[in-house]
């Protein structure tokens, strides 16, 4: 059975460092690999994704996230936070082919980026 | 871009109510999908449908049912609220399982 982990419930970051919210997952396809952010009082964005290819993906608003087979991890970065990426993030997966169209999500981690 | 346009925001019903969340998008996509959010919890899969008339079981789906009759709109069906069943409720859809999802903003159901 698919599933994922954010070992972190919560990472507080000083705005202009860098950020890393860690996601692990364990699927018995090949994954397919989602992060998404929820803005308080708002629905979920899609960040990126992970398919296939390069193992560096990035997304939006300067996000990036790293495919490590090896370590299942697919942990999200930013090379330099901003208060306004203070949010919930939230990492998915989705088991191809076997899992079809179902996407298991994580619990997800709060990041709060302080001035 | 795509809209997923969930019908209330906001929801307060009481226990043994049968409940209607309305969730409607407008890019033809195939794949719809309900899921409940709840802190720590994350989010859980209620119900999917990957076309007209046809659903699929999520990780938790008593309580609950589904309807599809059209491609644009999926609705999820509290056949009687209970109190446990208080949650943020995000109807999703995506055009396949190579992409992302599309959320709707939510609906807050409080069931007193």
């Known amino acids: 059975a698919q599933s994922v982990a954010q070992p972190e419930d919560q990472v507080n970051v000083a705005e202009g460092n860098p950020l890393t919210v860690k996601c692990t997952y364990s699927?018995?396809?090949?994954?397919?690999l989602f992060w998404y952010v929820q803005y308080p009082n708002r629905g979920l964005q899609f960040l990126l994704k992970y398919i296939t290819g390069d193992n560096l993906v990035k997304g939006s608003y300067g996000f990036e996230a790293e495919f490590n087979k090896s370590q299942t991890s697919f942990h999200l970065k930013k090379p330099s936070a901003l208060v306004s990426d203070s949010a919930l993030y939230f990492c998915a997966v989705r088991d191809n082919p076997t899992g079809g169209f179902k996407t298991i999500f994580g619990a997800g981690t709060r990041l709060f980026v302080k001035a | 871009d795509v809209k997923v346009t969930q019908s209330s925001r906001y929801l307060v019903k009481r226990t043994g109510e049968k409940v209607f969340l309305e969730c409607v998008q407008d890019?033809?996509?195939?794949?719809m999908f309900w899921y409940r959010q709840d802190p720590g919890l994350g989010l859980r899969l209620i119900y999917f449908s990957y076309d007209v008339k046809m659903k699929e079981k999520g990780d938790i789906p008593e309580g609950y049912s589904v309807s599809r009759e059209k491609k644009e709109r999926f609705s999820l069906i509290l056949e009687s609220a209970s109190t446990n069943q208080t949650s943020m409720y995000l109807c999703?859809?995506?055009?396949?399982?190579?992409?992302?999802?599309?959320f709707g903003s939510g609906t807050r159901l409080t069931v007193v």
């Open positions: 890019m033809d996509h195939e794949n």
């Open positions: 999703a859809s995506s055009l396949t399982g190579a992409y992302g999802y599309t």
């Open positions: 699927v018995s396809g090949n994954p397919y």
